[in-house]
Every structure is written in C-alpha cells, then in structure tokens.
C-alpha cells in the first residue's frame, strides 16, 4: 500500500549528491590517499597544539563572529577584517552565497569541468545551472560571457580549476569581470591559490576589495591541512558580508577550528615547506607520467590531471582498479565528466615514489601483449 510521506522542495530530487574521493584501498596493503588533495605535510605543529588547547573549554558556544581568525585572517593578508566572514568550509560559503542571492527560475554560471559543489549549491537554492564550455579544459571567459542572460545571478570560477588544474590569468579574470552585469555576483573560488607560481596568477583579493560584485573565496583545507576541522573564509564587499551573516548559522565554526586556523596563519615556515614541496614534485610526477607515454594536463595546483587511452585494458577505470589493489587511491572522475581521466593529488615522498612505481608496472602490464 502506498503510504504518503513529505515532498522535498522541487528540484532537490534532480541533485546528483556529491561523492567524495575514495578513501580506502586493499586491506593488506600500505594506504597511499592520494584523491582528495590533501596536504601531505598535514597541518601545522602550531595549529595541531591550538586545537588540543582548544580542548578545555568543548562545553562553550564558540565565538559567532569568529574574530580571532577573521583578524589572524585580515592581518595575513592586509584585510579589513570587517569584509572576512568565514564558514565550515568553503563550501558553506559557496552554498550561502547561492541561497542569498539565486531564487526560483533565475541562473548561475559554472564551467563544464567545474567543482561539483556548484551545481549542488545552485540547485539547491531553486536555480537553473549553466554550463559553459571550456576551451583546452581550460575556462573561457568569451564562452562564459555568451551565457549570460537576465537571470543570471552569479557567476562561480575556480581559478585555478579542479579537477583540471588550470587557470585564468588575471587580466582574463578581469575580463571576465567587466563583461557581466552589476547585478551578477562573480565568485572567484581560490582554494588552491597558495599553490599557484605563475607571474599572471591573482587570486582576486584585490578584485573583491575594489568591485561591489566579487567575493574571493579561500579555504584551510588544502595547504595549511586542516580539512578535517573544516574551515573556509571569504573576502567581500560590505553588502554581501551582510547578506552571508544573515543566513549563516550563528557558530557555524568550532572553537577548535577558529584557534587552530589562527595559529595556522602565524606559521609561514610551515606554509613555505608546503610549497616548496608541492613545487619539487608537481614536475617530476609530471615528467615521470608522461614518459609512461600517458597526457598530463599542466596544473597550477597541488594535484594532476592524468589522461588515459580509451582501450580496453588500459583505460582510467582499469588504471584505478591496478592501482587500488598496490594501495593507492586516485580520484575517479566520471562525474566531472572525465572517465578517461585520474586526478592524482601530490602526496608524500613515500605515497609519489609508490604511485610511480605501480603505474609504470600497470603500464608494462598494459603493454606487454602487444610487445610479444
């Protein structure tokens, strides 16, 4: 018998839910987590001490405003603390952003390789995602400006991308930026800005800081390894903050995670190891993979981009399969429309020499029955 039950809100059944990267490998062997981009170095020693400090006093509310990190934030960066409002994650902030400015029947904007979080969000909020195509996987700000229309409400940019790992100069970005509305919101989504050593990279803080139509977007879950903490920040004009804090929930950061982001800005040498790390490694698995004969997309983040042949036995599905079994996990990226593709995060000294060595035997393996 059919029994009634409560309707969701229309649209939320045509979500596809987010699925993160697989985080579990063969039981007998050495777990290389190689799928989420995680910081191999983890966090801080500073931040790790502030958040077992933050321990003693788990039975109070944390600061709503959190303003210890909104001013550890402002002062890293030269900000006005005032236009920082941070969240559980960028994601939250992403999400906010969409509930506080898409409504039924209105659009926003995000590139065909673009963070999945996008079109959940806007969905989410009662909106119509729109796809523009990229050029190279690669934004195009031309693409993205033949899409604008009436109702667009916002426009979401990972600069750089992932999966893909690319990027749009700034004066691109600018671009972008004078060609939309006033009303359109542009969000530039800088999670891997710290990443980026390119002399034509900006992550958009000056944009944010100037424009009445930009927010940046940054997040602690990358290079100052703290996704486990969840904390995420946002640099704005007045007005948006304003908007976010009347939607957000009201301790929606931890006092662990404020005291611990906090103590994560005041350790450059720790932020420079993870760089210089990141640095050492991005073009020697580069180089390593792509003389396997294998396409690498050239990546301005903290991950790779890894194409594979659509042949039976040697395809990205196949790859993944060989490579779980040694006890690396890579990304599978069918739902970002790549299913030829892993993306494959810089890890530990001990995770790359591993990845390495397991695609190169699966590559022999793939290669050795036309070699007979």
Same mark, same amino acid.
């Given at each position: 018998?059919n029994? @009634?039950?409560p309707a969701p809100?229309s649209g939320i059944?045509d979500i596809a839910?987010y #699925?993160?990267g697989?985080s579990k490998a063969a039981?007998?062997v050495?777990l290389?987590k190689?799928?989420s981009?995680?910081?191999p ?6 931040a790790a001490?502030a958040? !077992?400090?933050?321990?003693?006093d ?7 405003a959190?303003? #210890?990190?909104r001013?550890a934030?402002g ?5 006005n =603390?005032?236009?920082i409002?941070c969240g559980a994650g960028s ?6 952003? $969409?509930?506080g400015?898409i409504?039924h029947?209105d659009e ?6 673009g963070f999945?979080i996008?079109p959940?969000?806007i +969905?989410?909020?009662? *909106?119509? /995602?729109?796809v523009?195509?990229?050029t190279?996987?690669t $934004? &195009? ?5 033949? @899409? #604008?229309?009436d109702?667009? !409400?916002v426009?979401?940019?990972a600069n750089p991308n992932n ?9 691109e970005v +600018? ?8 009303q359109?919101?542009l ?5 891997y800005a710290?990443?980026?050593?390119r &002399?034509?990279?900006?992550?958009g803080?000056?944009l944010?800081a100037?424009a009445n139509?930009?927010v940046?977007? +940054?997040?602690?879950? @990358?290079?100052?390894g703290?996704? *486990? ?5 946002c640099?704005? /004009?007045?007005a ?5 804090n009347?939607? !957000?929930?009201p301790?929606n950061v931890?006092s662990?995670?404020? $005291?611990a982001?906090?103590a994560?800005l *005041?350790d450059?040498?720790?932020?420079d @190891? ?6 050492t490694?991005?073009?020697r698995l580069?180089?390593a993979?792509?003389?396997?004969g294998l396409?690498?997309?050239p990546?301005?983040? &903290?991950?790779?981009l890894?194409h594979?042949?659509d042949?039976p036995?040697?395809?990205a599905?196949?790859a993944?399969?060989?490579l #779980?079994?040694r006890?690396?996990?890579a990304r599978?990226l069918? $739902?970002?429309?790549l299913?030829?593709?892993l =993306?494959?995060?810089?890890g530990?000294?001990?995770? &790359?020499a591993?990845?390495?060595?397991a695609?190169?035997?699966f =590559?022999?393996?793939?290669?050795? /029955? +036309?070699?007979?």
């Amino acid at each position: 018998m059919n029994q @009634k039950r409560p309707a969701p809100r229309s649209g939320i059944l045509d979500i596809a839910a987010y #699925v993160p990267g697989r985080s579990k490998a063969a039981a007998d062997v050495r777990l290389h987590k190689m799928s989420s981009n995680e910081s191999p170095l983890g966090p801080s020693p500073a931040a790790a001490a502030a958040y !077992r400090a933050a321990a003693v006093d788990l039975a109070s509310y944390p600061d709503g405003a959190a303003t #210890v990190l909104r001013q550890a934030i402002g002062d890293a960066f030269g900000l006005n =603390r005032d236009r920082i409002l941070c969240g559980a994650g960028s994601d939250e902030i992403l999400n906010l952003i $969409a509930q506080g400015y898409i409504s039924h029947g209105d659009e926003a904007i995000h590139t065909s390789h673009g963070f999945l979080i996008y079109p959940i969000a806007i +969905r989410a909020a009662g *909106g119509t /995602p729109v796809v523009a195509a990229e050029t190279a996987l690669t $934004a &195009n700000v031309d693409t993205i400006l033949a @899409k #604008v229309s009436d109702r667009t !409400r916002v426009v979401f940019l990972a600069n750089p991308n992932n999966p893909t790992g690319t990027y749009l100069p700034f004066d691109e970005v +600018r671009r972008l930026h004078a060609g939309l509305p006033d009303q359109t919101l542009l969000v530039l989504d800088a999670a891997y800005a710290e990443y980026v050593r390119r &002399n034509d990279y900006e992550s958009g803080i000056e944009l944010a800081a100037t424009a009445n139509n930009v927010v940046m977007t +940054r997040t602690f879950s @990358k290079i100052h390894g703290l996704a *486990g903490l969840r904390i995420g920040w946002c640099y704005a /004009p007045d007005a948006v903050i304003d908007v976010l804090n009347r939607i !957000r929930g009201p301790f929606n950061v931890s006092s662990p995670a404020i $005291a611990a982001g906090a103590a994560a800005l *005041g350790d450059r040498a720790h932020l420079d @190891k993870a760089v210089d790390h990141n640095e050492t490694w991005l073009p020697r698995l580069t180089e390593a993979i792509e003389a396997l004969g294998l396409t690498v997309t050239p990546s301005a983040a &903290n991950f790779l981009l890894v194409h594979f042949p659509d042949t039976p036995g040697a395809t990205a599905a196949d790859a993944d399969a060989f490579l #779980v079994e040694r006890g690396i996990v890579a990304r599978r990226l069918e $739902a970002y429309g790549l299913p030829n593709a892993l =993306r494959i995060s810089i890890g530990t000294d001990a995770a &790359n020499a591993a990845f390495l060595a397991a695609l190169s035997a699966f =590559r022999a393996k793939e290669r050795s /029955p +036309r070699d007979r």
